[in-house]
Structures are given as structure tokens and as C-alpha cells.
């Protein structure tokens, strides 16, 4: 199986090399462990292949996204500038949707599903895929179709049939909420934990490849800092 760069030198041979080409790829992890970060790495590195991206962004705003990845020295605009990495932003598209819809006494059942369109056409000639988050996507409050798995499945099978690798980021706590609803869909999973010192009371990121189809795991926690210039594997 073809692989491909996690952007992370020191990561891709707990990978089997990199991400399985193609695949879908969930990392989960508290607030603060880094997912985003993660996610920062492979675009840019990616793109700066020349690959090009796609970016669907469903928490937080752009230009926070953006501001952090030029502070790690893995500036994303200038890929957003010259088209090599969209953009699909749900988060700010649902603020005004939320609001034309109240004004207009109309539901949101139209927009979420031309979303899953607008979705479909993006990637047709995209070849790396980033969704932050996935738990904000399939929030179940106020959205159409109750059942996460409904939500995500769709997504998940557009973007493999047009040969994405792509990562899904989630919240442990939404992952939880969730039941884990996505574990059963993605080719491979890594989890991002933080593990307090109980003498110094210092936290320390760890990682787990906890699913990865086509590889052989060694099923070890591997230690990690964030540092100014990203993820660091220790």
C-alpha cells in the first residue's frame, strides 16, 4: 500500500512509512493535545509538494487557523491564495445560514445538504483532506439527520472514492458522547492523550496508533511536545 507523508518526519515510521494513501484517518485527543496541529503538518507538507488540499474547517475561524500556522512557520495562506488549498468553511456558513434562516422562518434542511454537495465537488481533483472537527460537524443539535453515522458516512465515502487521504479530527469528550461512532468507518486511528506527572504536576502529550489497517502497530505510547515549530516526536 502506497503511503503518504504526515508531514511529521519522526511520526511516519510509527505509520508503516506515512498515512495509507487513500484512506480515512480519525485522531482524537483533548483540548490542548495538538490535533490541529497535526492536521497544520500534513497540508503543508503536502501542499508544498504540490499536492492539492482541501480544508474543511467546522470549528473556530479561518484566520485563527491561519495565524496559528504562520506562528509554527507552516504559513497556509499563500496555498489558500493561489487555490492549491480550498477552503470549505461550515462554521462561518452556518452562523449566516442560522441567521438568514431565523429571519426568513425557514429550516436548515436545504443547506446541509447542499453542503454534502458542495463537499462532493471539491474533492473531485483534491488529493489531501483536513475536517476540524468532525465532532462539531455531526453535532446532532439543530441539524438535519439525528444519527452522527448518517452524517459522517456520506463524507467519509465521497471523499475515498475520489482517493483523499484525509484526517478527521475529534474531540475525545465528542468522541465519546458520540459512542465512537466513526472508529468503525476509518482505515486508521491515532489517539493524542495528556498524562500529568503526579510528583511535578507537569503534563506530557503522548500518542497511540491505535487502528491502522495494512500496518504493522507496535502498539507503544509514544511521547511528543509542541513546540514552536510544531509536533516534536521525543
Known amino acids: 500500500m502506497e503511503r503518504i507523508t504526515s508531514g511529521i518526519e519522526d511520526l511516519n515510521p510509527y505509520l508503516g512509512g506515512g498515512y495509507p494513501e487513500g484512506k480515512g484517518i480519525l485522531i482524537t485527543g483533548p483540548t490542548g493535545s495538538g490535533k490541529t496541529i497535526f492536521g497544520i503538518h500534513f497540508l503543508y507538507s503536502n501542499c508544498s509538494a504540490g499536492k492539492k488540499g482541501l480544508l474543511i474547517l467546522t470549528r473556530g ?20 491564495d493561489s487555490g492549491t488549498l480550498v477552503v470549505e468553511n ?12 431565523s429571519r426568513l422562518g425557514k429550516g436548515l434542511e436545504i443547506r446541509e445538504k447542499d453542503r454534502i454537495s458542495q463537499i462532493k465537488i471539491l474533492s473531485k481533483d483534491v488529493e ?14 439543530g441539524c438535519v439527520g439525528g444519527d452522527p453515522f448518517k452524517k459522517f458516512d456520506p463524507i467519509y465515502r465521497i471523499l475515498a472514492e475520489h482517493g483523499c487521504t484525509s484526517l478527521f479530527l475529534m474531540d475525545d469528550r465528542a468522541h465519546r458522547q458520540l459512542k465512537g461512532f466513526a472508529d468503525y ?9 495528556l498524562r500529568e506527572d503526579a510528583l511535578s504536576g507537569k503534563f506530557s502529550r503522548y500518542l497511540s496508533v491505535a487502528k491502522m489497517r495494512a500496518t504493522e502497530l507496535s502498539l507503544e505510547n509514544v511521547q511528543f511536545e509542541l513546540t514552536s515549530s510544531g509536533i516534536r516526536i521525543k
Open 90 to 101: 461550515v462554521f462561518e456558513n452556518r452562523i449566516r445560514e442560522t441567521i438568514s434562516s
Open 128 to 141: 489531501v483532506v483536513v475536517q476540524d472537527s468532525l465532532g462539531a460537524f455531526t453535532s446532532t443539535q
Open 185 to 193: 468507518l476509518v482505515f486508521g486511528k491515532i489517539e493524542l492523550n
Open 61 to 80: 475561524l479561518l484566520e485563527d487557523l491561519i495565524l496559528q500556522s504562520k506562528d509554527l512557520g507552516m504559513d497556509l495562506e499563500p496555498f489558500i
